[in-house]
Nanobody, 121 residues
Framework: QVQVVESGGGLVQPGGSLRLSCAAS????????RAWYRQAPGKQRELVAA???????NIADAVKGRFTISRDNVKDTLYLQMDSLNPEDTAVYYC???????????????WGQGTQVTVSS
């Protein structure tokens, strides 16, 4: 089993910043990609930012220039730095890991429990 745990959410005023963290543990042979998604009330879950093992990033247009995805290779932790936050960024943010537990197994999606980000004055 693979466990994914996010942290770092909270309440922030418009224009403020937050940094989310994500750590994966368990039976991991290798990881293909890591990403952040979010889901606002009444809306579908959407991709915010993704990072492949090759270092390529994919950032949603809605957050481009404000959010940065990165990874600490030593700590094996994924981050989402969120700057210039606005109320439209309010959502539950989920970390997604695409990994496999054995070289012969297919890759699977693993999700964290989500962390709430609320942008409000």
């Amino acid at each position: 089993q693979v466990q994914v745990v996010e942290s770092g959410g909270g309440l922030v005023q418009p224009g403020g910043s937050l940094r989310l963290s994500c750590a994966a543990s368990g039976s991991i042979y290798d990881i293909n990609s890591r990403a952040w998604y979010r889901q606002a009330p009444g809306k579908q879950r959407e991709l915010v930012a993704a990072l492949t093992n090759g270092g390529r990033t994919n950032i949603a247009d809605a957050v481009k220039g404000r959010f940065t995805i990165s990874r600490d290779n030593v700590k094996d932790t994924l981050y989402l730095q969120m700057d210039s936050l606005n109320p439209e960024d309010t959502a539950v943010y989920y970390c997604n890991i695409v990994a496999r537990s054995h070289w012969a197994n297919p890759f699977s999606n693993y999700w964290g429990q989500g962390t709430q980000v609320t942008v409000s004055s």
